[in-house]
């Protein structure tokens, strides 16, 4: 980062002691007010509760542009990546900071693909769950869990363990998920086949069965090697900030990727694409499009609890670009499965269009994000919608593993410690129990 030659000057009309404070400038995006000396100067703290005007690093990895509606991985555009390369090499560059080339792809491609096993262990951990175990909890389980079959690649400030624990945890996901799913339905595992690609090999593990051949479709793998793509990283949201605030303690990887896993899964996170789906799911019982307005109604009276799910971001005052992508993709998909009048997904475009015309959602800057429509597309390829979040994770466990590398990397990266404002009691005495 780069000194401005702008500075910031604290002044206090207690007469107290003003403070100058240093602003460093990024290549893109605003300029930060370095206040790592302000306690020491002032005694005081900063309060910003849910990091709306904080940087908590500096990163080289994604950035976002929410007013512009925009999103770069290591520069490049999510809509180029999207169209012009597949989710490995979307890997590969968030990894390592740029597009690999043939050779490189090749490299990389095949020692994702020889990771893809997990140790035989694994699948006596599922048999602890009740089979109907939300796949997110069982996905927070088997992914610490992978720290205890992985002992020669824990220490995180060792960057060859960094290294192969990056590529086993991009590697196993896919495993892992589809371990979950097929418990959840009482199915035998389906393993790894390294003939197939990342996205091809996911669905074999998802649908096939030992009793016949399973055709993977190039237009499905298309469809969720794109799904992947979108998910991969995004800047410093809850799950990343998780594993980068985990992860500076210096535990190993694999538990850090595990509390961002955790993180993920709430509603207001990557569990919205599961209750954006439930959401579209009751709308229809109730009666489908002419119920939209009295669905509407109820999200703006703040005393029914009950949100647009899908809908409205932290950073994107505008249209998230992912949630343009998926609608293609939903649109390519739905049309390749005869399922364009899919009944549903008219209903989510209708939605979108009276809530982009309601000023409620207008003034409040609130767009579909990415959970509004890739509940849509993941239900057409056969995905259940209790899988969503856990396909999100998937996704986001290179995004996460970027993150904490840089983090880690950095050499002044400390462990994360943040203050508070105390407004608890006092100290006072404790009273014997036959005076209180
Ligand atoms: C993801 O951070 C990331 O980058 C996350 C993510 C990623 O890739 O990692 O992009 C993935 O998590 C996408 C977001 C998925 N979540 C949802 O779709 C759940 C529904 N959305 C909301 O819960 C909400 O929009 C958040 C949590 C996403 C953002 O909330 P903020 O930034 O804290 O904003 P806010 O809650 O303060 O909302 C501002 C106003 C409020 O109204 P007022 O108090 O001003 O009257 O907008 C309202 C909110 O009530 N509002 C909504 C709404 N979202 C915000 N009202 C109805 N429906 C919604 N969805």
Redo the contacts with the bound molecule.
């Keep these: 980062m780069k000194a401005s030659d702008n500075k910031a000057t604290l002044s206090f009309s207690n007469g107290g002691q003003s403070v100058e404070l240093p602003i460093y400038k990024g290549t893109l995006g605003p300029d930060v007010i370095d206040i790592r000396k302000l306690y020491a100067q002032t005694g005081m703290f900063t309060y910003d509760p849910?990091f709306m005007s904080t940087a908590s690093c500096q990163s080289s990895i994604t950035y976002?542009d929410g007013d512009k509606g925009e999103l770069l991985y290591r520069g490049y555009p999510i809509e180029q990546l999207a169209t012009n390369c597949d989710y490995l090499e979307t890997c590969y560059l968030l990894l390592n900071g740029e597009l690999p080339n043939t050779a490189e792809k090749e490299k990389f491609t095949r020692l994702v693909t020889n990771h893809t096993m997990v140790n035989e262990q694994m699948q006596f951990f599922l048999r602890g769950f009740r089979r109907d175990a939300h796949p997110m909890a069982i996905m927070t389980g088997l992914v610490g869990a992978l720290s205890a079959f992985y002992h020669d690649s824990t220490d995180i400030n060792n960057p060859e363990h960094r290294d192969i624990a990056a590529i086993r945890l991009i590697a196993k996901m896919p495993t892992l998920v589809a371990m979950a799913y097929k418990y959840n339905v009482g199915q035998p595992y389906i393993y790894p086949r390294n003939d197939l690609s990342y996205a091809g090999n996911f669905l074999h593990m998802m649908f096939a069965t030992p009793c016949e051949e399973y055709k993977v479709s190039p237009v499905l793998e298309r469809a969720l090697d794109r799904i992947f793509i979108l998910?991969a990283d995004?800047?410093q949201?809850?799950?990343?900030s998780t594993v980068r605030l985990c992860g500076s303690s210096g535990t190993n990887p694999f538990a850090a990727i595990a509390a961002g896993v955790a993180c993920l899964w709430g509603?207001?996170?990557?569990g919205?694409n599961e209750?954006?789906l439930n959401m579209l799911y009751d709308i229809q019982k109730e009666g489908g499009v002419e119920k939209i307005g009295e669905f509407i109604k109820k999200?703006k009276d703040?005393n029914s609890n009950v949100?647009?799910?899908?809908?409205?971001?932290?950073?994107y005052k505008n249209y998230?670009p992912r949630a343009k992508l998926m609608q293609e993709t939903c649109n390519e998909v739905l049309t390749e499965l005869g399922l364009e009048k899919d009944p549903l997904f008219a209903l989510a475009k209708q939605l979108e269009k009276i809530a982009l015309e309601d000023e409620y959602f207008v003034s409040?800057k609130?767009y579909p994000?990415?959970?509004?429509y890739s509940g849509i597309v993941q239900r057409a390829i056969g995905i259940p919608v209790s899988l969503f979040t856990a396909v999100f994770a998937l996704a986001?466990t290179v995004g996460w593993i970027a993150q904490l590398n840089e983090m880690i990397g950095d050499p002044e990266y400390k462990i994360g410690r943040p203050r508070q404002l105390f407004e608890g009691s006092p100290k006072r005495d404790v009273k014997p129990i036959s005076a209180r």
Excluded: Q
């Design positions: 849910g976002i998910h995004h800047e949201n809850a799950s990343t509603p207001a996170h990557g919205a209750a954006a999200v703040k949100k647009l799910m899908g809908f409205g971001h932290r950073v998230d409040r609130l994000n990415v959970d509004f986001r």
